[in-house]
């Protein structure tokens, strides 16, 4: 396996470990909130399931960058050839959606807990709530679309 390989594969697990780990954090984070809501009032499982659902979104999105590095490189076939800068360019063009995804998946986890607090107290304004998160994850698509057009562009 050459050092070109070894840096792109390097760049598709952090793309999926650091995505991921911003998914378990926003997730466990809106989960204790979740739990401590419906222990109190179950008929609001369903609007904070929601809240929960959405900082996970970057985990497949980190997954999805590292499915595109794989593709790329065509690993699953015995892969190409890559000299050293090529494997560089495809790890750093992985950082968007690693790093977008750890830290979105954080602050999303954070924003649903807030909403989840919403949830709680005025449950018809659930939908607000919604929209307050979404607004986060947005920078986690903006990461996963710029790693997605860098890794189009490195010429294998």
């Not at 470990?17 to 609001?44: M, W």
């Not at 996970?56 to 690993?75: A, D, E, N, R, S």
């Not at 998946?105 to 018809?124: D, E, H, L, R, T």
Request: some cysteine; overall charge neutral.
């Amino acid at each position: 396996m050459t050092l070109g390989i070894v840096l792109a594969v390097t760049g598709a697990s952090l793309s999926v470990i650091l995505a991921g780990i911003g998914s378990i954090i926003g997730v466990g984070l809106a989960g204790q909130a979740s739990a401590g809501i419906t222990s109190e009032e179950p008929d609001k499982f369903g609007k904070v399931l929601l809240l929960e659902a959405l900082p996970g979104t970057q985990g497949i999105y980190g997954f999805l960058g590292t499915f595109w590095v794989i593709m790329k490189i065509q690993l699953l076939s015995g892969g190409v050839q890559l000299d050293v800068n090529t494997g560089l360019a495809i790890l750093l063009a992985c950082l968007p959606v690693a790093l977008c995804g750890l830290f979105s998946g954080i602050y999303q986890g954070k924003v649903s807990v807030a909403g989840m607090n919403i949830v709680s107290k005025q449950p018809g304004d659930s939908g607000k709530a919604i929209i307050l998160a979404v607004m986060v994850e947005t920078y986690a698509v903006l990461g996963l679309l710029a790693t997605i057009l860098l890794i189009n562009g490195i010429q294998v």
